[in-house]
């Protein structure tokens, strides 16, 4: 993304601002797997959204005057000759400066000795608490800083406020560059899970397909899945979170497969369900067609005005009525509606928000009722898990189906960004005959 994103952001974010304010906002820690052996490094997606800066240590600040002027600082590590021998480049402040067009630049060794002279004649501070293990600690220095000298006319602001419900508003709304990033998301993590269905094999293991998904996704240039890759056959399907992806696949099981790339920062989120044998069995050909279609009604349902509270409403009510149909339900769909008894079988939300997190925007995750509008993007992932100690019919036990597209809100309706990965069933059993000629 151009320079000139960032700062549109930054002018967007001031807007929303209290007049003689500052927010400070930091970059994440380095996660350690083991000993001294680092995770990849991954940014703060908020740090990121504002800056586009990919260094640990790091904290960026906006300060907005009372005259509505406003300047930008940062503190980040210090370039360094032998750090950079060892691989970790840092770009240093007059790098910084002139790359991030922030006007003042501080190594981050010197943050307890420069950051209260800009908090000093504010009003506001713009904090999340807790966030991380230093952060807090850093606001509270400089705060003390500024009341030991507030009679050498130092003063200190009275006011904390979280800068979250700011920030992720903007994040809500999509702009055209960052709706290009998730077009090339979905697509790359849609064609993973066609070459998943093309690898696909009895007597194979789980983690064999999530390398298949693994390679396609780095081939076109996502070297990060957006979250642990879920390969569960089997039983192991009606796991939601089931990540081990150790088990052997076995003929006449299905695989569901939720899988998504990470491209630039941005998050895909896709889940599909297919048949080891490459042919559906009658009680699987049932559930999966339930759940297929109660994602095809949700694909019509969301446009701008509607929300997910309401959409979600809809898609319950069909789902259990179609478990009523197929004896899985006993009793009056609406009481087993108003007694939330499709939580057996469908326990997570239907919706979530995406962007730079795959779980976007956080602030507002709970917001069901939010409003739609053009720009937003979320999922939409009807599922129907059946635990093999379900009082249900024993032909449905153990058959667990998710299928989940990422879609954007537009103008006249939706966009499916991840639809290259088919889910008709006549469309995955027809791939799965031809596959071996691929």
Known sequence: MIEKEFLCRRLALLKKMEPSSIILIFSAPVAIRNNDNPYPYRQNSDFWYLTGFNEPEAMFGLIKNSDNCY????????????????????????????????????????????????????????????????????????????????????????????????????????????????????????????????????????????????????????????????????????ILHYTDNNKLIKNGQLVLIDAGCEFQGYASDISRTFPVNGKFNAPQRFIYTTVLNALNLALKLYQPGTNIYTVTKTIIAFLVHRLVQLKIMQGDVQQLIKDKAIEQFFMHKLSHWIGLDVHDSNYYSQDDRRILQPGMVLTIEPGLYITTDSNVPSEYRGIGVRIEDTILITKNGNENLTSTAIKKINEIESFMVKRKSL
């Not at 800083?145 to 006319?153: C, D, F, P, S, V």
């Not at 979250?164 to 560059?177: F, G, N, Q």
């Not at 998730?182 to 790359?188: P, S, V």
């Open 71 to 238: 300047k930008s600082l940062l503190f980040n590590r210090s370039h360094n000759r032998q750090a950079q021998i060892w691989g970790q480049n840092y770009i240093g402040q007059e790098s910084a400066r002139m790359q991030l067009a922030v006007d003042y630049a501080f190594p981050w060794e010197s943050i307890n000795d420069h950051l209260h002279l800009f908090l000093d004649g504010l009003k506001t501070i713009y904090h999340v608490e807790k966030q991380y293990y230093f952060s807090d600690q850093i606001i509270f220095t400089a705060l003390e800083k500024l009341r030991i000298n507030q009679k050498k006319t130092l003063s200190v602001p009275k006011i904390l406020l979280d800068w979250r419900p700011l920030v992720h508003e903007l994040r809500l709304i999509k702009s055209s560059s960052e709706i290009t990033l998730l077009r090339k998301a979905g697509l790359i993590s849609a064609l993973g899970h066609m070459r998943a269905l093309k690898k696909l094999f009895h007597g194979i293991h789980e983690y064999q397909i999530e390398g298949e998904i693994q390679y396609e996704f780095n081939h076109h240039g996502a070297r990060w899945t957006a979250y642990n890759t879920i390969i569960a056959s089997g039983e192991n399907s009606c």
